[in-house]
């Protein structure tokens, strides 16, 4: 099944803008591995048809609403690595020895 069918996994609003996220697991050196793809779009009202469209087309008032949801999915999915790495990674033990 394609992105494009499925509901996403997570979705950020700010305005019109909309941050779509999907995760995906996929085999990476023997291991399975969650990797996160996005889609940003904005909807609007199409007034030749009277319907809703989405676009990947922003004015300049729009673009703090896209730093917004780009900035929160990109929280997001960092928590989640982190959160993944810090599983299948040990942390090094501190020393009294100075650097």
Partial sequence: MSQESRK????????????????TEIERDGQTVLQWSTKIKKTYRDGSSDGWKATDYYY???????????RHALD????????????????????????
């Fill in 8 to 23: 996403p996994d997570r979705e950020f609003r700010a305005g019109r803008v909309a941050a779509s996220l999907w995760r």
């Fill in 76 to 99: 997001f999915i960092r928590l989640r690595e982190g959160a993944q790495n810090d599983v299948e990674e040990p942390v090094a033990e501190a020393t009294d020895t100075p650097a």
């Fill in 60 to 70: 300049p008032s729009e673009l703090s609403d896209l730093l917004i949801v780009t």
